[in-house]
C-alpha cells in the first residue's frame, strides 16, 4: 500500500470519507471501518505511530459513547443507571444503552476516517504530499495552506515533545500537584507552541512574497511520477461504485420522502435499508 501512486492514496482516501458519510448501516459502517484500519496497518506504520493511532481511536470512541450515552433524546430510551436520579424538577443524569449503541455507530464513522487520513500521512512523504496537493485542480492558495499545514505537523510534534521533556526535567509530573496546576500547566504549553507557529508562518509568508508567489496564478506541479494505468482504472472503478451509491441514497431519500417512488426499484429500496 505504500507503493500506491499519490494520486490513487487521495482517491482512497476520498472514497472512504464519502462512504463514512453515506452508509448508515452498522454493519456496512464496520466493514468500512475495518477496511480502513486494514488499508492503514498495511503501510506497515512504526511504533510510535501505531501508538498514537490507538490512543486517538480509543479516545475518539470513548468519547463519542459517552456522550451519547450521558445525553441520548431519541426514543426508546433504556436507562442502564443514573450519576444523578431524576427529581421533580431535574431529569438527571443517566447512561442510556441505545445512546452507547448509536454513539459506537457514529464513531465508526470517525474510525474510518481517521484510519484513511493516517495511512496518506503515514505511507506519502511531506514533499510528494505537497506535489500532488500542488498539482491537483484546486485554488493555489488553498493548496497551498494545505500541503504547508501537513508540512508543519511533525515540526510541532517536535516542539511539543522538546516542551513536555522541559518540564518533566523540571520536575512536573500531571496531577503531582493537584487538578488545578496540572491544568494551568498543561494550558501553558499552548503558548510555546502558538509563538513558534507565528513565527514559522511569518517566515513562510516572507519566502513567499519574495519569490513572487501568485495564489490566483494557476499552475500544476509539473515533477509528478507517470500513474499507472492499473491503479488509475481501478480509481475510476471505485468512483463509479461510490457515485452508485449516492445515487441509490437519493433514490431511497426520495421514497421515504414521498417525492419519487418506483415499483421496479423496490429491491433497491430493500438493498439500501437492510445493508447500507
Known amino acids: 500500500m505504500r507503493a500506491l501512486h499519490p ?7 476520498f472514497v472512504i470519507s464519502g462512504l463514512a458519510v453515506l452508509l448508515d448501516h452498522p454493519l456496512a459502517l464496520a466493514a468500512l471501518a475495518g477496511l480502513a484500519t486494514f488499508v492503514f496497518l498495511a503501510s506497515r506504520p512504526s511504533k510510535a505511530w501505531l501508538k498514537g493511532y490507538l490512543v486517538i481511536v480509543a479516545t475518539t470512541v470513548w468519547g463519542i459513547m459517552l456522550s451519547q450515552g450521558l445525553f441520548y433524546q431519541g426514543f426508546p430510551r ?16 443517566c447512561f442510556i444503552r441505545e445512546g452507547f449503541h448509536y454513539g459506537l455507530v457514529q464513531s465508526l464513522r470517525m474510525v474510518a476516517g481517521l484510519s484513511a487520513g493516517a495511512y496518506l500521512v503515514n505511507s506519502t512523504s511531506t514533499k510528494m504530499l505537497f506535489r500532488t496537493v500542488s498539482a491537483l485542480p484546486f485554488p493555489r492558495g488553498l493548496s497551498l495552506l494545505a500541503a504547508a499545514a501537513v508540512r508543519f505537523l511533525p515540526k510541532v510534534a517536535q516542539d511539543l515533545h522538546l516542551v513536555r521533556q522541559s518540564l518533566r526535567l523540571r520536575g512536573y509530573r500531571p496531577f503531582k500537584r493537584g487538578l488545578i496546576y496540572t491544568v494551568r500547566t498543561e494550558l501553558a504549553v499552548i503558548y510555546p507552541l502558538l509563538t513558534r507557529a507565528v513565527r514559522d508562518s511569518r517566515s513562510v509568508a516572507d519566502t513567499l512574497l519574495t519569490r513572487g508567489f501568485d495564489p490566483l496564478f494557476s499552475a500544476r506541479y509539473r515533477f509528478m511520477p507517470p500513474w499507472p494505468w492499473a491503479e488509475k482504472l481501478a480509481t475510476i472503478i471505485i468512483f463509479v461504485l461510490l457515485f452508485a451509491l449516492l445515487l441509490a441514497k437519493i433514490l431511497f431519500w426520495a421514497y421515504l420522502q414521498g417525492v419519487f417512488y418506483e415499483e421496479n426499484l423496490r429491491p433497491l429500496y430493500a438493498l439500501v435499508r437492510n445493508y447500507l
Do not use: A, R
Open 7 to 13: 494520486y490513487t492514496k487521495f482517491s482512497l482516501v
Open 78 to 93: 433504556t436507562i442502564l443507571f443514573c450519576l444523578l436520579p431524576p427529581s421533580d424538577t431535574f431529569s438527571g443524569l
